[in-house]
């Protein structure tokens, strides 16, 4: 499957890797439509690939709602006549510990609260369920092929301050074995799925965060870098264009060695 032939919908496609995904399958002729809920950014991504004589459009679209993610697949049917590929990189961060505690007394001080919890499932975990179900069904019916995706994180393994984000990202990561299976089961052919797990990407929200804990991060990479969005969106058009890729979850971290350090100490 060559990147030039495909239509390809990218949640989350207004900042960060769902940007560059965006722009980079563009630069290479695929046709692009651009889901995300920051009307704005939809409209200056847009206008970036289509002055760089790309073919893409953007609707507005929350990936939490039904109604809104079916619309979405149905624009991109009606402007491009298919879709190929799915990239749901939607996707938020609530950062926070379970139980948050006194440093004089000891006693909980404060607790990670339900919504906390379930914002980041409904946007990172059920948001991707419904987009690519909603993809599956159109691609099914009409026998199109292609590569439905999820994005994971390195942070898969459990990070702690993130128990919401890790849970999520844990179970996208299985997805592929799961869909893969329903889809051979079902005699479904020519649908692949795959998870893409990357490391620390430097993306404007990465790049802002605190230098300090940025450079203790960047010690567990053996790359000692930021991995570019970039380098994330060449790892998924490749997997595009190489059918061998399917069902499982590929890493593109750099090198994360978390514990490598304490134990050479
Ligand atoms: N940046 C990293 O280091 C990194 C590492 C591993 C995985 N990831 C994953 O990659 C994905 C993208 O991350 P990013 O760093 O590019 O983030 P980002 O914040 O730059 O982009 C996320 C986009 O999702 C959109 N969005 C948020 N909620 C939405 C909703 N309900 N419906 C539709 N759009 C919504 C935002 O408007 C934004 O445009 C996320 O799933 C993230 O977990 C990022």
Request: glycine share 10%.
């Amino acid at each position: 499957m060559k990147l030039q032939e495909v239509v390809a919908v990218v949640t989350g496609g207004a900042s960060g890797i769902g940007e560059t995904v965006a722009k980079y399958f563009a630069s290479q002729g695929a046709r692009v439509m651009i889901g995300d809920v920051a009307q704005e950014s939809i409209d200056r991504v847009t206008s970036e690939i289509a002055a760089r004589g790309g073919t893409v459009a953007g609707l507005k679209t929350d990936v939490t709602k039904d109604a809104d993610v079916a619309a979405l697949m149905d624009a991109a049917v009606a402007k491009f006549g298919a879709i190929n590929v799915v990239v749901p990189c939607a996707g938020i961060i609530r950062d926070g510990v379970m139980i948050n505690t006194d440093k004089e007394t000891g006693k909980v001080k404060r607790v990670m609260e339900s919504d906390q919890f379930r914002s980041v499932i409904e946007v990172n975990l059920i948001g991707s369920f419904i987009t690519l179900r909603e993809a599956a069904r159109r691609m099914v019916d009409h026998k199109w092929q292609g590569v439905l995706f999820t994005i994971s994180s390195v942070n898969k393994v459990g990070q702690v301050g993130q128990i919401n984000y890790s849970s999520t990202k844990a179970a996208v990561a299985i997805w592929p074995r799961i869909l893969a299976g329903e889809f051979q089961m079902k005699g479904i052919k020519g649908i692949r799925v795959m998870s893409i797990a990357p490391g620390y990407v430097g993306t404007p929200m990465v790049k802002g965060m605190n230098q300090e804990a940025l450079a203790e991060i960047l010690k567990d990479v053996h790359i000692a870098r930021l991995i570019e969005p970039e380098e994330i969106a060449r790892a998924i058009a490749m997997v595009v264009e190489n059918e061998a890729f399917d069902g499982t979850c590929l890493e593109i971290t750099g090198g994360v060695t978390y514990g490598a350090r304490s134990i050479a100490k």
